[in-house]
């Protein structure tokens, strides 16, 4: 071999070498996912990703996903995420797009550090284990959603209210229907997206994760229109096609600018806004000295004529207050004609409103209690009769009360299977008209305040529509 010859072949196996040892420099640097969300509706998800260790000269991030499956299977769609050139340490943000899902999928994630971009990067195998994975949720949340109680014709939000104080409330839950999983949610709420417009002062929503109490106050001085939406959304950012609204910016009407009616004893009181606006209405009222006694019980009685107040009927009317037949169902031994109630109890008894304690007794004097209260209104939303009044629109009893799945539901410890209370206290705390007095006690043998009554009666009165 010439001295020539063997030069040039040196020269080959020194740069191949050196080519060599370049090559060996180029190496996948540590990649990870380091925060991906539990939950992603079945549009995008943020997967932050970060990798170290990385060796020159460029080198390409590219994310990988698949559809969880019993046996694994190769991971389907990559994303180029990002060129790393030189050595540095790099991290970042990649909205990824999801391709088509299903409500429930579980998605799988995968980071992987290449010399070329998807187009020329084999997949991982199906042997890889993921290092992020996400549920889809996309289904949106359901509920109702209220407007203060009227018993005008007007079309839904578009009424005046009474008063210039007023709650709008209204329930949701991403988690409906125990047995059509496919209208179920997963990710559980998020945020009620409150809008308003309008020169009128809205109080904090405070942190309700389910039930939102939303109280205005329209200040004396407003003028022009004004309108109130919410368009509840879930962890994972699924919301309803349109947001519910009251009032589409109608303008200012007579009376809403009013002060509501008070009384000497209400102010600061947890039932202020319900107790004045259902007196505004002339559905309840105080006592002789100016005081509504918000914290004192309520009897049977009372009760009685309240709800039947709410009912339309007016001790005026013809007929009312006309002993029931001897012996009939409705004739109480413990209820005479000369007792001022007599003809509300008889009225409450006959519509199916009330019933009596046994043994031919009513106990007009007794006080009712919690379990009392949502009986009554279990009993006005399954009467067959047909009501009159507030009880005659499109509100809470009327409407979502005793939907097959209630909206929301507790574990109560004191509220026993077979109670002549059990149903009814489901359904009152299913649609929101009833609060616990603890997370697991509803107290139902509890005496009810005038307060607590008001409060329920204003939102088993607020007419309804659906969420979404």
């Known amino acids: 071999m010439s001295k020539k010859i063997f ?20 190496v996948a640097g540590d990649a990870s996912i380091t925060a991906i969300p539990d939950f992603a509706n079945a549009v995008d998800v943020d997967v932050d990703w970060a990798v170290t260790g990385m060796a020159g000269p460029s080198q390409n991030i590219l994310i990988w996903s698949r559809i969880q499956n019993a046996v694994p299977v190769a991971y389907s769609t990559c994303y180029d995420v990002a060129t790393i050139i030189g050595t540095s340490d790099a991290s970042g943000t990649f909205t990824y797009t999801l391709p088509v899902v299903l409500n429930g999928d579980v998605v799988e994630f995968l980071i992987t550090v290449e010399s070329t971009n998807c187009a020329g990067a084999v997949a991982p195998l199906a042997a890889e284990v993921p290092m992020g994975e996400t549920t889809v949720d996309s289904a949106a949340m ?8 009227y018993d005008g014709v ?3 939000g578009s009424q005046p209210v009474a008063c210039n104080n007023f709650e709008l409330w209204a329930l949701a839950t991403d988690n409906w229907s125990p047995i059509v999983p496919a209208g179920t949610g997963y990710s559980g709420f998020g945020a009620w997206n409150p809008l308003v417009t309008g020169t009128f002062v809205p109080a904090p929503i405070g942190a309700n994760s389910s039930l939102l109490s939303w109280n205005f106050s329209i200040p004396s001085t407003a003028t ?22 009251f009032r589409t910016a109608l303008a200012i009407a007579v009376g809403e600018t009013d002060e509501c009616v008070t009384f000497s004893d209400i102010s ?8 004045r606006y259902l007196a505004t209405l002339g559905l309840i009222s105080g006592f002789a000295d100016g005081t509504f006694g918000p914290d004192t019980n309520l009897s049977r009685a009372e009760a009685s004529t309240l709800i039947e107040i709410s009912n339309g009927v007016s001790d005026t009317d013809p007929g009312f207050g006309t002993p029931p037949a001897a012996g009939s169902a409705c004739d109480f031994s413990d209820v005479s004609a000369t007792d001022w109630f007599a003809g509300w109890v008889w009225q409450a008894c006959d519509d199916g409103y009330m019933n009596g304690v046994g043994g031919g007794l009513f106990d007009p004097n007794n006080l009712l209690t919690r379990g009392q209260i949502v009986t009554i209104m279990n009993n006005v ?3 067959a009769v047909v009501p009159g009044g507030f009880l005659a629109t499109a509100n809470v009893m009327q409407g979502p009360w005793g939907t097959p799945f209630p909206y929301r539901t507790a574990a109560w410890t004191d509220v026993s299977v077979g109670a002549f209370y ?22 139902p043998d509890q005496a009810a305040t005038r307060g607590e009554f008001a409060m329920m009666l204003y939102r088993a009165l607020s007419q309804v529509a659906p969420l979404p």
């Open 142 to 149: 359901v509920g109702l959603f209220s407007i203060p109680p």
């Open 224 to 245: 022009g229109a004004w309108s109130m939406s919410v368009n509840p959304e879930d962890a994972s950012g699924n919301m309803g096609v349109a947001a519910a609204s």
């Open 268 to 275: 600061g009181s947890d039932y202020e806004t319900y107790v």
């Open 7 to 26: 030069t040039v072949l040196l020269l080959v196996v020194f740069m191949l070498a050196q080519f060599s040892i370049a090559s060996a420099l180029v």
């Open 154 to 156: 007007a079309a839904f």
């Open 381 to 383: 939303a399954l009467s």
């Open 422 to 443: 059990a149903i009814p206290v489901v359904n009152a705390y299913g649609v929101g008209v009833a609060e616990g007095t603890s997370a697991t006690t509803f107290s």
